[in-house]
C-alpha cells in the first residue's frame, strides 16, 4: 500500500509556480498580512547620512493664509523631526529632514503636505495626510479641455448644485475632495484615490459623474454580502451605451428643371465686365477717385438709415382715442 501511495503521490501535476515552494508553519490564518505597524522612534539606531529636501511654490492669494498656520505646521512637523521653512520672498515652501528624523517615509508625507497647502487646502485637514494608510492625489484637469467654457461647465458637473456630486463622492470612496482652479486635491485611501481619479477624468472626458455614483453605490451593498466575494459582479453593474444622437438638418427639396440638351449660356468675365462699362480704359487715378466716390455714397445711405433708426425713440406713440359715453 505504502509503494502505491508513494506512486500516486509522485503522479500529481504541481504547478511549475509553485514547485519550489514550502510550507510555513509559521505563517497562519490569523496573520494579518496587510496591517502597518507604526513605525516609532526605537525601530532607528542612527540618524540618516544623506539630507533630504522637497520645495513647492505657492499662490499670491496663499500667502496670508500660509503666515498665519506656518507655527502649527512647524509644531506638528518637529513631532517627526522634519524642519520646514516659508520663503515669502520666492513664494517657496521647503521641508527637509534634519538628525532628529527617525521614520524615512516621514519626508515624503511632509513634501505631500506642502503640496496640499499651495491646493488651497486648510492645514487641520492637510496634517492628516502624515498619518499611516492616507494618501493623497492632485489631478490635473487644465489640459484636458481646450474650451474654457466647456472646460467650466464638465467642472461644475464634478461638483454639482450646491456641491451635492462631490458630497456623494466623498461619502462613497471615503475621501476629502477640494476641486481648486485647474486642479483636484483628494485624500484618503488607496482604493479610494484608485476610483476618484477614474471619476475625474471620465468626467473631463464628457462622461456623467452620476454613472459611477450609481456603480459604487451597487458595488458597496454587493461587499456586504459574503456570497460574493469570490463571484464577479458584472452581471449586477449597469452597462450604459453610449447614445450619439444624430442631428440631422431638414432635407432641401429640390426643384425639379426642365431638362435641356444645350449647355447653359457662358457667364462674362470680370475682364468683359470691365470693358462693357469702359471701367477697363480709365486710369488708375480715375479708378480710385470713383471706388471713394461709390463708398462715400454706401456711408451716406448708412447714415441716413442710422439717423431714422435713432429719430424713432423721439417719435411719441399714439395715445388711444377715448371714447365718449353716451349720455344716459
Not at 145 to 157: A, D, H, L, T
Not at 189 to 210: A, Q, S, T, W
Not at 247 to 260: F, G
Request: aromatic residues 8%; glycine residues 4%; hydrophobic residues 30%.
Amino acid at each position: 500500500m505504502s509503494e502505491l501511495e508513494d506512486r500516486e503521490q509522485s503522479n500529481v501535476i504541481v504547478n511549475k509556480n509553485k514547485r519550489y515552494r514550502r510550507e510555513k508553519p509559521w505563517d497562519t490564518d490569523d496573520i494579518d498580512h496587510w496591517k502597518i505597524d507604526p513605525f516609532s522612534k526605537e525601530d532607528y539606531s542612527e540618524p540618516f547620512l544623506e539630507e533630504s529636501s522637497f520645495a513647492t511654490l505657492f499662490p499670491k492669494y496663499r500667502e496670508k493664509y500660509l503666515r498665519e498656520v506656518w507655527p502649527h505646521v512647524t509644531r506638528a512637523l518637529d513631532k517627526y523631526g522634519i524642519a520646514c521653512v516659508l520663503d515669502l520672498v520666492e513664494g517657496s515652501m521647503t521641508v527637509k529632514t534634519t538628525r532628529k528624523t527617525f521614520d524615512p517615509y516621514a519626508i515624503l508625507n511632509a513634501r505631500d503636505l506642502i503640496k496640499l497647502l499651495a491646493r488651497s487646502v486648510p492645514f487641520p485637514q492637510a496634517i492628516k495626510i502624515m498619518q499611516d494608510g492616507v494618501a493623497c492625489d492632485i489631478m490635473k484637469i487644465g489640459n484636458v479641455v481646450r474650451n474654457k467654457e466647456r472646460f467650466v461647465k464638465r467642472r461644475q458637473r464634478l461638483v454639482g448644485n450646491n456641491g451635492q456630486t462631490l458630497k456623494a463622492l466623498e461619502l462613497l470612496t471615503q475621501c476629502y475632495i477640494l476641486v481648486q482652479g485647474t486642479t483636484v486635491a483628494a485624500m484618503g485611501g488607496y482604493r479610494g484615490l484608485k476610483e476618484l481619479r477614474r471619476v475625474v477624468e471620465d468626467c473631463m472626458h464628457n462622461i456623467h459623474p452620476i454613472y459611477h455614483i450609481k456603480e459604487l453605490m451597487i458595488k458597496r451593498e454587493l461587499a456586504k454580502d459574503p456570497t460574493l466575494a469570490q463571484e464577479s459582479w458584472d452581471r449586477f453593474l449597469p452597462q450604459f451605451k453610449k447614445r450619439n444622437v444624430a442631428r440631422r438638418k431638414p432635407a432641401k427639396i429640390k426643384e425639379k428643371k426642365d431638362y435641356t440638351p444645350f449647355p447653359p449660356p457662358q457667364q462674362p468675365s470680370k475682364l468683359d465686365l470691365e470693358i462693357e462699362s469702359g471701367e477697363y480704359f480709365m486710369k488708375k487715378e480715375e479708378k480710385e477717385r470713383k471706388l471713394r466716390a461709390e463708398k462715400k455714397e454706401k456711408q451716406k445711405e448708412k447714415q441716413k438709415l442710422k439717423e431714422e433708426e435713432r429719430q424713432k425713440a423721439f417719435v411719441p406713440p399714439e395715445e388711444p382715442v377715448k371714447k365718449k359715453r353716451k349720455a344716459e
